[in-house]
C-alpha cells in the first residue's frame, strides 16, 4: 500500500533549524517528482520545494537559499533541511509525491498526514 510518512516536525526559536523527512512505501518512490508543500492557518496548501526523479530542484522563493530539498533513492527518502527558519515558516509541512502511472504521462499523487513546524521569535 503507497505510504509517505513525515517526521522531523517541531518547535524551534527563529534562526534554527530542522531536518524533516519523508519515508515511501508501496512502490511509489522510483522515479517520482517528490515535493515538500505547507500549510499556514487559514491559507492554501502552498509549494516549497520539489525534486525530480533526475535530480532538478525547484524552491520557493520564500525559501531559496535556505532550505535544501534531497532525495536518497537507496532508501526511498526524501528530506527538507530548514535553515534560518522565520516564524513565517510555521506550518503544516507536507510530503507530495507524483508517480507517472501511464505511458501516456497521467500521474497519481500521493501525500503523507503532516508534520507541524513552529517557529517563535
Known amino acids: 500500500q503507497a505510504q509517505l510518512v513525515e517526521s522531523g516536525g517541531g518547535s524551534v526559536q527563529a534562526g534554527g533549524s530542522l531536518l524533516l523527512s519523508c519515508a515511501t512505501s508501496g512502490n511509489i518512490f522510483s522515479g517520482s517528482t517528490m515535493g515538500w508543500y505547507r500549510q499556514a492557518p487559514g491559507n492554501d496548501r502552498d509549494m516549497v520545494a520539489t525534486?525530480?526523479?533526475?535530480?532538478?530542484?525547484s524552491y520557493a522563493a520564500s525559501v531559496k537559499g535556505r532550505f535544501t530539498i534531497s532525495r536518497d533513492n537507496a532508501k526511498n527518502m526524501v528530506y527538507l533541511q530548514m535553515n534560518s527558519l522565520k516564524p513565517e515558516d510555521t506550518a503544516v509541512y507536507y510530503c507530495?509525491?507524483?508517480?507517472?502511472?501511464?505511458?501516456?504521462?497521467?500521474?497519481?499523487?500521493?501525500w503523507g498526514q503532516g508534520t507541524q513546524v513552529t517557529v517563535s521569535s
Open positions: 525534486v525530480t526523479g533526475g535530480g532538478t530542484t
Open positions: 507530495k509525491a507524483d508517480r507517472i502511472v501511464t505511458v501516456g504521462g497521467a500521474v497519481r499523487t500521493y
